[in-house]
């Protein structure tokens, strides 16, 4: 569930940047008839400019199926079209499919050189395309910058987890250690009372005090110095 609902997030949010860019394009088509003083009918102009997305947006929106096979004979057809002829076309319908999120090819840094290195020669690409282009590496940028966070803060759990565990140790060491030093003084503290048990019952076993064991050579010594 939790995955399906992830893909259709990222699909929608893709849709979104297409018809951001289709917006983007058709209102710089018409500037530019504007311009050129073209008197182009408006709807002439919006089919253009649609024809010439409709390649990238069908490459895109094949991606971001639900059907791995279907993920795979999308990217497998585009990887072979860009190999076979780099073209400024292929290239950027590879590198569109490369960036497009959630399939097993989806290689967004790689993705977004190629947009840059496309972007570095713009009088090759139409308008279109150029504004294609540019809404991508807005877009794989901030992807990029979401998915390092999200990397950094797992590596922080990471380590919390790895430092609250070696906590962990050294509590339960640290009980281990009192309860073998407990166990040492009630051992030590049961020889202690064996030992003064047996001096206790040697003291009780003699027929004279300890201290009165010197009181007859007393008297006798006594006696003889009164004669």
């Known amino acids: 569930m939790m995955e399906s609902r992830r893909r259709s997030f990222f699909f929608a949010r893709w849709r979104g940047c297409a018809a951001i860019a289709m917006a983007c394009v058709l209102s710089s088509g018409c ?5 050129r003083h073209e008197p182009q009918p408006p709807a002439t102009v919006a089919t253009t400019q649609e024809d ?3 390649i990238y947006l069908d490459t895109m929106n094949g ?30 319908r590879y ?9 097993p090819a989806s290689k967004p840094a790689e993705g977004k050189k190629l947009l840059e290195t496309l972007m570095a020669t713009p009088e090759r690409m139409t308008p279109a395309e150029r504004t294609l282009a540019a809404v991508l590496i807005h877009e ?19 380590d919390r987890g790895r430092s609250q565990a070696n906590s962990d140790k050294r509590v339960q060491a640290q009980l281990e250690e009192n309860a073998r030093l407990r166990r040492a003084l009630a051992e030590a503290q049961q020889k202690l009372d064996a030992i003064k048990e047996i001096e ?17 050579n007393s008297e006798t010594q006594s006696s003889s110095t009164s004669r």
């Open 52 to 54: 010439s997305l409709s």
């Open 95 to 103: 590198a569109v499919a490369l960036v497009t999120p959630d399939h």
């Open 140 to 158: 794989t940028n901030s992807r990029l910058r979401l998915e390092a966070e999200n990397r950094r803060l797992a590596a922080t759990l990471d």
């Open 200 to 216: 206790r019952s040697i003291i009780e076993r003699s027929p004279t005090p300890p201290g009165n064991r010197d009181a007859p």
């Open 63 to 92: 991606l971001a199926s639900l059907d791995p096979a279907k993920q795979a004979d999308v990217f497998y057809e585009v990887e072979r079209e860009y190999t076979r002829a780099p073209t400024t076309s292929s290239t950027l």
């Open 31 to 35: 500037e530019l008839a504007e311009l």
